[in-house]
T-cell receptor
């Protein structure tokens, strides 16, 4: 069975500061991991994904995430926050269990960027 | 633009009524997912179809049903509507398997009065 936990439903950072959004997962099979962003009144869009290979994944808009199997984590970071990064961010895990693929989203973290 | 279209954009109806939400996936995508997003419940997975067949079921109420047609578009039917069904309903599509990223439509905002 898979699950995703996002620590912190709300995170505030100053413009120019480091963004760190936390995601921990549980999976009985090798996971595929995703980060999505949702701007107000829009659908979710993919930021980045990890399937296999390099554990540091770079995405759009300067975001990156590192897959750490030993810590079962896939935290999202960005070195310098921009006002336009204010949005809700969702971590998701996917994998096969008993021949059925399941896609599980976390509860989301709303990022606020302060001027 | 994700390539996923949803209609209608907004829907206002009364309790007890039935509505149908429509989704057209990206060209070539065989999987369609339905989600409900509300302030108190967050993003909830409802159901997934793959090439016309139900593939996975989430927190979908018995009053709700869905189907995927041969042309791959999908419909979500919500019946005996209650005030608590007011939410954003998203459709997403992906290529063949669930390990691929999902592309989300703009959503249908349902208001039940």
């Amino acid at each position: 069975a898979q699950s995703v936990t996002q620590l912190g439903s709300h995170v505030s950072v100053s413009e120019g500061a480091l963004v760190l959004l936390r995601c921990n997962y549980s999976s009985s099979v090798p996971p595929y991991l995703f980060w999505y962003v949702q701007y107000p009144n829009q659908g979710l869009q993919l930021l980045l994904k990890y399937t296999t290979g390099a554990t540091l994944v770079k995405g759009i808009n300067g975001f990156e995430a590192e897959f750490k199997k030993s810590e079962t984590s896939f935290h999202l970071t960005k070195p310098s926050a921009h006002m336009s990064d204010a949005a809700e961010y969702f971590c998701a895990v996917s994998g096969s269990s008993s021949g059925t693929y399941k896609y599980i989203f976390g509860t989301g973290t709303r990022l606020k960027v302060l001027a | 633009d994700s390539g996923v279209t949803q209609t209608p954009k907004h829907l206002i109806t009364a309790t007890g009524q039935r509505v149908t939400l429509r989704c057209s996936p990206r060209s070539g995508d065989l999987s369609v997912y339905w989600y409900q997003q509300s302030l108190d419940q967050g993003l909830q997975f409802l159901i997934q179809y793959y090439n016309g067949e139900e593939r996975a079921k989430g927190n979908i109420l018995e009053r709700f049903s869905a189907q995927q047609f041969p042309d791959l578009h999908s419909e979500l039917n919500l019946s005996s509507l209650e005030l608590g069904d007011s939410a954003l309903y998203f459709c997403a599509s992906s290529a063949q398997i669930s390990t691929n990223e999902q592309f989300f439509g703009p959503g249908t905002r349902l208001t039940v009065l």
